[in-house]
């Protein structure tokens, strides 16, 4: 059974970067895409990106270049710079198999709010 | 990008009942690489359907994924009390992904 799980600080101030880590168990990191996505009363669920054996990324292009996702051993990180009070939204990492079937494993989510 | 747009916004029905959700995109969905996702109250979103009509893992039958091109549905047969959630359809056939705005089921 895959599990992952979100961790990183709850709190960002404005203009600097927020970062968040998924840790995946029970499975291969190596084979699989890792998708971040967020989820704000505004907005909805928005896909941010994911990353593929370990160097194959593909980002949302409405995120203009702020973000980065990278892998370390059996955990992927999201990075999303310069952030503002509209980047605050629970942050989900999610699993989707290499034959293209939907996220199908998902973090519990983690709320990040963009205040000074 | 695909925009999903889902309707109704909310439906409210009874245990029992049928449910039928649509999910309608601006061009049409390559593959028909689309995903349906169930959302409970502060849960993260749970994959009920993919490839537009094939079951996710341990989904119960009553879930019934249809629809091809830029129109998709999905019906839930007979509704049980764990069925009332928001439900949100997904494209993965064009980056950047995108998701409908959901449809909330609600216990009428």
């Known amino acids: 059974q895959v599990h992952l799980q979100e961790s990183g600080p709850g709190l960002v101030k404005p203009s600097e970067t927020l970062s968040l880590t998924c840790t995946v168990s029970g499975g291969s990191i190596s084979n699989n895409y890792w998708s971040w996505i967020r989820q704000s009363p505004g907005k909805g669920l928005e896909w941010i990106g994911y990353?593929?054996?370990?160097?194959t990324t593909n980002y949302n292009p409405s995120l203009r270049g702020r973000v980065t996702i990278s892998v370390d051993k059996n955990q992927f990180s999201l990075e999303l710079r310069s952030v503002t009070a509209a980047d605050t939204a629970v942050y989900f990492c999610?699993?989707?198999?290499?034959?293209?079937?939907?996220?199908?494993?998902w973090g519990r989510g983690t709320l990040v709010t963009v205040s000074s | 990008e695909i925009v999903l747009t889902q309707s109704p916004g909310t439906l409210s029905l009874s245990r029992g009942e049928r449910a039928v959700l649509s999910c309608r995109a601006n061009q049409s969905v390559d593959h028909n690489w689309l995903a349906w996702y169930q959302q409970g109250p502060g849960q993260p979103p749970r994959l009920l359907i993919f490839?537009?009509?094939t079951r996710a893992a341990g989904i119960p039958d009553r879930f019934i994924g249809s629809g091809s091109g830029t129109d998709f549905t999905l019906t839930i047969s007979r509704l049980e009390s764990e069925d009332f959630a928001v439900y949100y359809c997904q494209q993965y056939a064009k980056s950047p992904y995108t998701f409908g705005q959901g449809t909330k089921l609600e216990i009428k």
């Open positions: 490839g537009a009509s």
């Open positions: 990353i593929y054996k370990t160097r």
């Open positions: 999610a699993r989707e198999r290499p034959s293209p079937a939907g996220l199908d494993y």
